[in-house]
């Protein structure tokens, strides 16, 4: 499914708020910032899902082939743990990494808090053309600091 780009100003105060209304997948946010709330208002209609990532023109990740990092064997070479470590921590930052998943049955309002890396993408699903999930969406970005004119740190 093509992703929709949601552009949203950022307030003075408080975080972006949008209200995802029909399917598809939409990106919210390119860049770091704080996944705050997903309250979905209306059960039964489809599937809800966020990602830490930006999905290319066919909906798919970069990260979406990675592997998960078996766990090490007892014995391993300092060059073997390493390795490992780096693996394991690609995996886990990867652009794509599903942060929130509900199934149709779910609903009410989660308090997440959480940071995303890459950006913030929500993909919504149901079983029929006509019904879709109902959610309002709060996240705020990770605000830029603007030079300061007169040189001071």
């Known amino acids: ?20 209304d ?22 039964g209609a489809g599937a809800l ?31 073997q743990i390493d390795e490992h470590k780096q693996r394991r921590i690609a995996y886990d930052t990867r652009n794509g990494r599903a942060i929130y998943q509900a199934p149709a049955a779910i609903m009410g309002s989660f308090m997440m808090d ?13 079983g029929h053309a006509s019904v879709s999930t109902v959610a ?3 996240w705020m970005p990770v605000r830029q600091r603007a030079p300061d004119p007169a040189g001071d740190a």
């Open 136 to 138: 309002s969406i709060v």
């Open 1 to 20: 499914m093509k992703p929709v780009r949601i552009r949203v100003d950022l307030p003075p105060l408080g975080g972006k708020i949008w209200l995802l």
């Open 49 to 79: 899902e966020a990602f830490d990532g930006i999905p290319d023109v066919g909906g798919h990740f970069p990260g979406d082939n990675m592997e998960e990092p078996a766990p090490l064997r007892p014995g391993s070479t300092q060059a």
């Open 114 to 126: 959480g940071g995303f890396l890459h950006g913030l993408t929500i993909r919504a699903t149901s």
């Open 22 to 43: 029909r399917k598809g997948t939409f990106i919210l946010e390119e860049g770091p910032g704080i996944l705050r709330t997903i309250a979905c208002t209306h059960a």
